[in-house]
């Protein structure tokens, strides 16, 4: 997913709109919670962060060990380096097939 965002914004996609997309088909497949940090110079010369998140993500404790997965690459254009965050909160399964088997704490 990232390098599908990262490619769209080399191809001169907006952020705003690729940022967007990348919630919107995250969402679709079946995450609970998503976050997208988009970080750089986005527009002028000085360095901004966005931040899309669609949900509430689990920052802390045990269980952003097992539900929370992360992406990081970084994306070179023409007015610098951009950095790209994707974190995805998983839902909860319990044969575990594919998410985690372990179930939330409260």
């Known amino acids: 997913v990232v390098s599908t965002q990262s490619t769209g914004l080399i191809g001169g996609l907006a952020v705003r709109r690729a940022c967007y997309g990348v919630l919107r088909i995250i969402m679709e497949s079946g ?9 750089g110079n986005l527009r002028g010369q ?3 962060r ?5 949900g509430l ?4 404790g045990e269980p952003k060990n097992h539900y929370v ?6 994306v070179l254009l023409r ?6 965050k ?13 998410v985690p088997k ?5």
């Open 31 to 39: 995450a609970k919670v998503c976050e997208v940090v988009v970080s």
């Open 46 to 48: 000085r360095a901004k």
């Open 50 to 54: 966005m931040k899309f998140v669609d």
């Open 57 to 60: 993500m689990l920052h802390t």
């Open 69 to 74: 997965d992360t992406a990081v690459r970084r």
């Open 79 to 84: 007015q610098g380096v951009l950095g790209i």
């Open 86 to 98: 994707v974190k995805i909160m998983l839902t909860h399964d319990p044969q575990g097939k594919c």
């Open 102 to 106: 372990v179930p939330l704490p409260d």
